[in-house]
């Protein structure tokens, strides 16, 4: 079992900067690949982002593509989310996830473990 824990949520105004940590409670964190979704009031959860355990390669959607950056840090057992030139269309509860299977990283059902969400609001 995996307890995923993610701080770093908050209100920003358009155009600003938010960092979301995420961390896990695993001995084996390398060995996971961690993913950021998003979900708003009334909408699908929706894929962030994602990274490989080794922290290369990180894929993301074309909607955040150039303004979010993923990195992890597996020493510390975090995955961090870095968030640029936010619009009030990213405001969503965001979680992160973590999986060892090889499926498709941008598919919310292929993760076994996710943390509780935190949240974040872009003012206009």
């Known amino acids: 079992q995996v307890q995923l824990v993610e701080s770093g949520g908050g209100l920003v105004q358009a155009g600003g900067s938010l960092r979301l940590s995420c961390t896990a409670s695993?001995?084996?964190?390398?060995?996971?690949?961690m993913g950021w979704f998003r979900q708003a009031p009334g909408k699908e959860r929706e894929f962030v982002g994602a990274?490989?355990?080794?922290?290369?390669?990180?894929v993301y959607p074309d909607s955040v593509k150039g303004r979010f950056t993923i990195s992890r840090d597996n020493a510390r057992n975090e995955v961090s989310l870095q968030m640029n030139s936010l619009k009030p269309e990213d405001t969503a509860v965001y979680f992160c996830?973590?999986?060892?299977?090889?499926?498709?990283?941008?598919?919310?059902?292929?993760?076994?473990?996710w943390g509780q969400g935190t949240q974040v609001t872009v003012s206009s």
């Open positions: 695993t001995r084996t964190f390398s060995a996971y690949r």
């Open positions: 990274i490989w355990g080794s922290g290369s390669n990180p």
């Open positions: 996830a973590a999986t060892m299977r090889s499926l498709r990283l941008e598919v919310a059902g292929n993760y076994d473990y």
